[in-house]
């Protein structure tokens, strides 16, 4: 293995586009690249430290130590080093020992830019080329078709490292998840699997909310084209893959983006824009034209060379308000006077404008929890550009109303209706996400109130009441089943519990929910517009009962919902509908293949009586605790 040499992968355009921030494929270019040099083949490295005095690459090939392997300086005022190294290969474990300016700060950081690193706790960057030949084709062909806005969204949102574990209590890899997660999701009916951050990171409590290796899918299990399997598999069964992509903070550990050339480098440097006091992490310096760069070049990184379907942006609101838990005083307001990020916010516009222009039939996903204007509106028209944002408001109050009493629901009818007055501002997805069965909110089950049956009727509800009403959905693996304990990131799911026949209840009502989602027109093809959705009676507070209809193109295909909030049935229950024709039972969550009780309606007759504002009616039972879909 020879010394540095003089190679560079940038031209002078590469460089203005990343001095303005607009390089959005940096992954080609900086990091760590297998290439042949006057018939040598070698690696190519290059990284960007405007602040060093110099850079050298250490690794197991030259025992670690700083001097032997310099990069050189561009003299282009970019900050990047770079060079050569004759005679190195896939799979060497690599950093750069970094001395800052200011000569008494020499880090040694992982490449920000690797594409495979060690395995926690180790903290080394791997050097390696990905040669995987895809076998998605007819996916990536009709993906757009799949993952439209008016298209059935019904995600199951997962923690690779603790769905399912091996009877040692051990990782499964990415190539057994392959086999074991694809059919499960499959056979459960799911359109979309979620992927909490897959990238790699050093702390397993953080449940991979604090990247260090961002263009890195994480070593515990398996290899970079092992995770390529992962997504194949799920492509070629017709299932779309999203993952969590996390811009708004970064730890800070010793060898990740943090003080990185002995500046602050990655992060802003004014502690009150910098650093986050709720996860005690640094914060992005969203002004910064190379660092836009990274984030944009990033979130294409896993759309381009992973076939990803989306990407569901984490934390958005952190990002939006420069007051975001800070006290008066912690916070410096915008030129405006105002507490809005000007930068965060134009980065994330022109993210969406590039995902959404460069890759057809991709969406991006907000997990947005504020009132902030436009989440989902175009950036043309002013708006931030995603395709769809998370019903923080919705699920709050469903689960508020929920853990009351039957008894007392009555009084509060206003909470369960409230989502319908703003249900269309926005693209909302309907979420049940691990963040609602950790430190100590229980699990869903367990937050229902009653005795076991009760329990678990109102679980069928709650999931029923969801799919009917309007917006995409996403639930957290082990909600399907009636997981009883809360979510542990350190264990697998409580799989024994299917056994059960409850379990296998709730487990039997949400593929069923899955199958008719996608099977009638009416409950997506107008998710996001008050076209799809209409009131038949809110108002009856007496009885808890809702009545309302779902949409489509086509009348003839419209369903009427009617959800018993209450154990007692209503038998008898006139609701008003508008074309006297003939009405039959689809779903009914009191059915006995879920736990129910059984009582389902086989005849239903359209009368000619005035009732809800419409001229006809139809009479049916409303079974205790259940939600049944009239076609």
Wanted: aromatic fraction near 16%; charged fraction near 25%.
């Amino acid at each position: 293995m020879g010394k540095v040499k003089v190679h560079s992968l940038f031209t002078d355009f590469d460089i203005d586009l990343f001095k303005s921030g607009k390089h959005y494929r940096l992954y080609d270019k900086l990091g760590s690249h297998i290439v042949e040099v006057d018939g040598e083949k070698g690696v190519y490295f290059a990284v960007w430290a405007p602040s060093a005095k110099s850079v050298s690459v250490v690794g197991d090939f030259n025992f670690w130590l700083e001097g032997d392997h310099r990069l050189n300086v561009r003299w282009d005022s970019s900050g990047i080093w770079e060079g050569f190294i004759p005679g190195l290969d896939q799979g060497t474990l690599y950093k750069y020992k970094i001395q800052s300016n200011n000569n008494d700060v020499i880090t040694e950081k992982a490449d920000p830019f690797a594409r495979f690193c060690e395995q926690p706790p180790k903290t080394a960057s791997v050097v390696w080329e990905s040669d995987y030949k895809w076998k998605d084709k007819k996916w990536m062909g009709y993906r757009k078709d799949k993952n439209g806005l008016d298209r059935p969204y019904s995600v199951y949102e997962v923690h690779l490292g603790s769905w399912r574990r091996k009877a040692d209590n051990t990782f499964m890899s990415y190539i057994e998840l392959a086999d074991e997660l694809v059919q499960y999701v499959k056979e459960m009916g799911y359109t979309h699997v979620e992927f909490m951050p897959i990238m790699e990171f050093p702390y397993d409590p953080s449940w991979g909310y604090q990247l260090t290796g961002y263009f890195a899918p994480t070593s515990r299990f398996g290899k970079p084209e092992d995770f390529k399997v992962l997504v194949d598999t799920f492509h070629r069964n017709d299932i779309g893959v999203i993952l969590d992509w996390v811009p708004s903070h970064f730890p800070e550990d010793a060898h990740g983006l943090g003080n990185f050339d002995g500046s602050n480098l990655y992060e802003h440097p004014d502690r009150r824009r910098g650093y986050h006091p709720d996860w005690k992490s640094l914060i992005f310096n969203y002004g910064r034209n190379e660092v836009r760069a990274f984030l944009i070049s990033n979130a294409l990184f896993w759309l381009e060379q992973f076939h990803v379907d989306g990407l569901r942006v984490d934390a958005v609101a952190s990002m939006l308000y420069l007051d975001y838990s800070r006290d008066d005083g912690d916070w410096e307001p915008n030129i405006y006077g105002n507490n809005e990020n000007l930068e965060a916010i134009s980065l994330l516009k022109e993210l969406n404008e590039e995902v959404y222009k460069s890759y057809d039939g991709v969406q991006t996903i907000a997990e947005e929890s504020t009132a902030f204007s436009g989440v989902t509106r175009p950036v043309y028209l002013g708006g931030l550009g995603f395709g769809m944002k998370w019903m923080m408001g919705w699920m709050h109050d469903t689960l508020e109303y929920f853990k009351k009493e039957p008894i007392y629901r009555r009084h509060h009818q206003n909470d369960i209706t409230f989502s319908m007055t703003y249900a269309f501002t926005e693209n909302f997805m309907l979420p049940f996400s691990h963040d609602e069965v950790v430190y100590g909110k229980q699990s869903l089950i367990y937050r229902m109130p009653g005795d076991e049956w009760q329990r678990f009727a109102n679980l069928r509800l709650l999931f029923g009441y969801m799919f009917t009403h309007p917006g995409t959905k996403i639930m957290f693996q082990g909600a399907e089943f009636g997981q009883t304990s809360e979510w542990n990131f350190d264990q697998s799911l409580d799989w024994h519990l299917i056994q059960f026949e409850l379990h296998q209840g709730i487990q039997n009502v949400v593929k069923d929910l899955n199958t008719v989602y996608k099977s009638y027109p009416a409950l997506y093809e107008k998710q996001f517009s008050s076209e799809g959705f209409q009131w038949i009676d809110y108002g009856d507070s007496e009885n808890s009962v809702l009545t309302y209809m779902r949409k489509g193109h086509d009348k003839k295909n419209d369903l009427v919902v009617a959800c018993n909030f209450t154990p007692i049935p209503r038998e008898s229950y006139r609701i008003g509908v508008p074309k006297a024709r003939k009405y039959k039972e689809i779903f009914n969550s009191d059915d006995t293949k879920y736990g129910g009780s059984g009582i389902t309606n086989t005849t239903i007759k359209t009368t000619k009586t005035d009732w809800n504002g419409q001229k006809n009616s139809v009479e049916v039972t409303i079974p205790p605790l259940s939600v049944i879909i009239l076609q």
